[in-house]
């Protein structure tokens, strides 16, 4: 972290140092899928790519589209174009992705056989074209502003891989769960050491910040959250952090857990839009970094709202460095870019 | 509520008991949705009916089903059979239901002048079907259990009549809310007289709890939640209380509010499984009975590991009267009825 040392300000510190409580000159601020579907050049580029999968197997094309918010907007950070299912991808379950339906595999995990057969995937081979990525895009960043690399929590992981796809239910990770808690817990045995290798990989490239998506924690009771989502966000947290590799977790909807989240070894957490940044600041008695947590919606209101909103996030934050400007969820992709530059420069103007 | 005073235990009293934490012989349990498509004679009645509106419409195929899982299980309550969208129909708006897709209005709430168009419906006349349920599933009942009328929350049904069904981004209702805050505050006077009638005339008809379904309180931001949900549900509630009628609020997702919610004079708070009972009940200072919270999915798991669940959520909420056991959401489709009895008698035997 010397670079940290260098200038206490401008768009390649801000979010660095943010994330460590260092003084910054203002609020440092990028968006979930920031290169996404809102954008007219990303709509070109994907449909160039054929399909989403091959847009991310390609290190140029995943490039292309990671540098294309950083040039339209005064963002400070960079997020590796990819997506958290690469790993089960790479395990063998055949990954597709269905137009409208979202992500399916086609052999999912529905035995303890199954489990048992499934082995870590060396980053280097089967999963080569994401360090590949993530060195083409900090050469083109050229040390404009940071690049964040990501992975999906176990936890969420292991959703999509038993469940086969998006659920609403999770009859068969719950099933798992409750019937045959071992299983589980071997299956995100292979999961937590997937996923270590696999972010150090992509820190190994390039990435300077590594930023774990448990985007199903809220779906569990707080016992099994404490059971089968925390400890491997914990050891995960804990083994990068042993490796000065600063650590962002986002785990969606687990407001009940923030005190204990913020004691996992993490820099910074994640938070959507449904608790206060000053109320979770309260929880987790500024031990933590806060990334967060407008209401993507904001977007869809005028632009005088717009403005209104994200100063009410800033000033809920309150005084002190610590604050990630975000959304609290992804940007979805009917809303107007013009938009995202309003609620740029609003945060670096507040 | 003289009827109170007769027993101190039984089939009968114990969920009137709960909800104002009196002594009781067992812990009370109903389930949402427990008049629903898992049941096979549910399903049967509901083919017969021809459409679910006409279900809802025909007071004595609704005091059917309403009476199918009392019949069937050893449950402490009745709820009416009904939906929460029978007001904006009322209002005009044209509610049909779209196989697989769920609810939608053939004309959606787009523009302030639909708002000021927009009048309170006589219960009497319009929604006369409703009170005409009630009373005939009160005869049928013949005093073996307590019945519960509901409404939907006014956040809850403005939202739907905004955005004209069921909604993932809420775009509309939120444009309106951050961009006419003024229109909204209007649209919900009228819905907050509409539910006030709504739920007396359910009450004059023998409806002897009421309950309010908040389904979308939680997709607000705290301060939007205390603008624009909070202080309908506050005057409802002390509304329904000053006419001596139990109130049960249940405010989907909306547990950064607890506390604020545990004072707007309801006598219960339904609460979805995000968060444990025994932290609810501290939260709350045991100002008031809490009602669920068992994750639905729970009824996939094995009889003998939904046994533990049952049990791990009534040692939860630990000693003393006013908790009354529900699922944390409704029951799904496709669940085995059997395990609906396994619930019930772990619920009571306990």
Known sequence: ???????????????????????????????????????????????????????????????EVTMQPIDRFDLDAAILFSDILTIPDAMGLGLDFVEGEGPRFARPIRSVDAINDLRVPDPLTSLRYVPDAVRT???????????????????????????????????HIKQLMWDRPEALTRLLRVLTDSVREYLLAQADAGAQVLMLFDSWGGILAPEDYRRFSLPSLAELAASLRRDDLPVIVFSRGANTHLDALSQVGADALGLDWSIGLGDARRQTQDRIALQGNLDPAALYAS????????????????????????????????????????????????
């Open 1 to 63: 972290m010397n670079e940290l040392l260098h200038r206490a300000s401008g768009r390649h510190n801000r979010f660095l140092r943010a994330l460590k409580r260092l003084p910054v000159d203002t609020t440092p601020v990028w968006i979930m899928r920031q290169a996404g579907r809102y954008l007219p050049e990303y709509r070109a580029t994907r449909e160039r790519a054929g399909s989403f999968m091959n847009l991310c197997r390609s290190p140029e094309l995943a490039c």
């Open 137 to 171: 895009i900090r050469n083109a960043l050229g040390g404009r502003v940071p690049l964040i690399g990501f992975a999906g929590s176990p936890w969420t992981l292991a959703c999509y891989m038993v469940e086969g796809g998006p659920s609403e239910r999770f009859a």
């Open 303 to 350: 632009p005088e709202a717009l403005r209104n909103l994200v100063r009410r996030t800033l000033f809920d934050y309150g005084i002190g460095s610590g604050h990630i400007f975000n959304l609290g969820h992804g940007i979805t992709p009917d809303v107007n870019p013009e938009q995202v530059r309003v609620l740029v420069e609003t945060v670096h103007g507040a």
